[in-house]
């Protein structure tokens, strides 16, 4: 229960990013702007944090960088990018049901890769899922979607995906903090170039560096935290499941902080994803033929 109590709270806290995003946004910062500050500062926090915890949690093997450059190029920062210009080409509520794609490939690489069955169970709590994340979004029949921003926006999905995949492999080798931690420093690296730092320094006030120090540690220490520990407990097909509370959220920032209207299709979509949960969470029994029965 702690490892799903854990995932899920990972989701809550994703979910609440718009509240920094927005502030950040408005504030002049560009999305790829905001994309460094949240994975540098959240690398420079977690680098204090474990100096003084424990230094050799920072060790690593020079073989197993691929796992980070998978966590944090492939994942964090390949999924942000895609993601955005999903928002950009396709519109917000596109872009989170193709992001929301992502348990969909977890679900067939952890199949081959890690040997974990694809039950009834998991392909209900999937079809429920993704049905809960369409109607949250608030799709209508009227919105046009062009070749080109619908792969951008499988491969948000995909890369998304990425982080429960690597992140496993190196889950089996190192600590969550040492996996968070070089997920930040890689993905940070890799945005660098692309940032223009000196307009970044120009833009800066005490609430910018506020809602900097709120996105790095509400948004991405914590929940990469939270994920990362209950990746280590639960199948990965599971997690990515129990995590899509995030959109949920998401829209209930929407509706009591941002103003937005809540429609019968965004409530139902939001009872869709709780059900969805519930039914991924409920304890089973297997019976004379090995099939996995709900209690």
Request: with cysteine.
């Amino acid at each position: 229960m702690k490892y799903i109590l854990s995932t899920i709270l990972a989701g809550i806290l994703w979910g609440i990013i718009s509240i920094f995003v927005r502030t950040l946004s408005a504030a002049g910062l560009t999305s790829v702007q905001i994309m460094f500050l949240r994975g540098g500062l959240s690398a420079v926090l977690l680098f204090v944090f474990l100096l003084i915890k424990d230094r050799s949690l920072l060790k690593i093997h020079l073989r197993d960088v691929w796992m980070f450059l998978g966590t944090g190029l492939v994942s964090l920062t390949f999924f942000s990018l895609c993601y955005f210009t999903t928002i950009l080409q396709a519109g917000t509520s596109i872009a989170v049901i193709l992001l929301y794609t992502s348990p969909i490939f977890i679900l067939v690489f952890s199949r081959f890769l890690f040997k974990e069955k694809i039950t009834g169970v998991k392909l209900v709590a999937l079809i429920m899922t993704f049905a809960g994340c369409i109607l949250v979004s608030g799709v209508g029949s009227g919105h046009g979607l062009s070749a080109r921003a619908f792969f951008i926006g499988l491969c948000a999905g995909f890369g998304y995906a990425m982080y429960s995949i690597f992140g496993r492999y190196a889950l089996a080798k190192y600590n969550s903090l040492t996996v968070n931690f070089y997920t930040f420093v890689f993905s940070s690296l890799s945005i660098l170039p692309f940032c223009h730092a000196g307009e970044i320094a120009g833009a800066f006030n005490l609430k910018i560096s506020l809602f900097v120090l709120g996105i790095a540690f509400f948004c991405t220490i914590l929940p990469y935290f939270f994920y990362t520990y209950g990746l280590s407990g639960l199948e990965t097909g599971k997690a990515a499941i129990f995590v899509t509370v995030e959109p949920l959220v998401g829209t209930l920032i929407g509706f009591f902080v941002w103003k937005e209207q809540a429609t019968f299709m965004n409530v139902t979509g939001i009872l869709l994803i709780l059900a969805a949960i519930v039914v991924l969470g409920l304890p089973v029994r297997n019976d004379k033929n090995n099939n996995s029965v709900i209690q």
